[in-house]
């Protein structure tokens, strides 16, 4: 099983609606989770990082993490053709002896207008 | 945040010869991390780099083939050695940003073309 799951996409959402991204994870002892953006041909770049069963808002974006189901969501409200990026999930695994995030393969998100 | 300045931005390079990377922080850094990211594909770890100490390499990548110095707190180099078509990707460093929950922060990129 793959240490963190995302659907590839293309998620496709109308301009002013909510994107609702999606990312399971294989380590139940994983603590700290990661959304990162990814225009295309630039680096990823940190949206958001939560680390506590819940909710996180951060203006236009909610994180949200279930522990006891292994997963964390990105919302990203009022979307904006800007927003059209790849999203990236990443966690720091329990498991490994130093601090190595591991990534998702990523959800591409098309804002249309 | 910390920031990376990593060059080069791109490079094309003929097959077979070697290409050297480089990373510079502008804060002292305890480890950095090399990734790489292929056509279309997200990122995968390659090795990571601790100042005073060989790197440790994920499975998969070995030190022959992307040697990687780690001089000071503040840099970084890694070689691409003996390229390959295979090789064309995109390389990236990264630094935590902050405190270790506030994520990881990535140089721009070096964007490889192997012909």
């Known amino acids: 099983q793959k240490e963190v799951e995302q659907n590839s996409g293309p998620l496709s959402v109308p301009e002013g609606a909510i994107a609702s991204l999606n990312c399971t994870y294989s380590?139940?002892?994983?603590?700290?989770f990661f959304w990162y953006r990814q225009y295309s041909g630039k680096s990823p770049e940190l949206i958001m990082f939560?680390?506590?069963?819940g909710d996180k808002e951060d203006g236009r974006f909610t994180a949200q993490l279930n522990k006891a189901s292994q997963y964390v969501s990105l919302l990203i409200r009022d979307s904006q053709p800007s927003d059209s990026a790849t999203y990236l999930c990443?966690?720091?695994?329990?498991?490994?002896?130093?601090?190595?995030?591991?990534f998702g393969p990523g959800t591409s998100l098309s804002v249309i207008p | 945040s910390a920031v990376i300045s990593q060059k080069p931005s791109r490079d094309i390079c003929q097959r077979g010869t070697s290409l050297t990377i480089q990373c510079q922080v502008d804060?002292?850094?305890?480890?950095m991390f090399w990734y790489r990211q292929q056509p279309g594909q997200s990122l995968t770890l390659i090795a990571t780099?601790?100042?005073?100490?060989?790197?440790?390499?994920e499975s998969g990548f070995v030190i022959d083939k992307f040697p990687i110095s780690r001089p000071n707190l503040t840099f970084s180099t890694l070689t691409v050695s003996n390229m390959s078509p295979e090789d064309s990707s995109i390389y990236l460093c990264?630094?935590?940003?902050?405190?270790?929950?506030?994520?990881?922060?990535f140089g721009s990129g070096t964007r490889l073309t192997v012909v």
């Open positions: 990443a966690l720091l695994p329990m498991k490994t002896s130093y601090d190595k995030v591991i």
């Open positions: 939560i680390y506590s069963n």
């Open positions: 380590d139940r002892g994983s603590q700290s």
């Open positions: 780099a601790n100042q005073g100490s060989e790197a440790t390499y």
């Open positions: 804060s002292q850094v305890t480890m």
């Open positions: 990264s630094v935590e940003a902050g405190q270790l929950n506030y994520g990881y922060t």
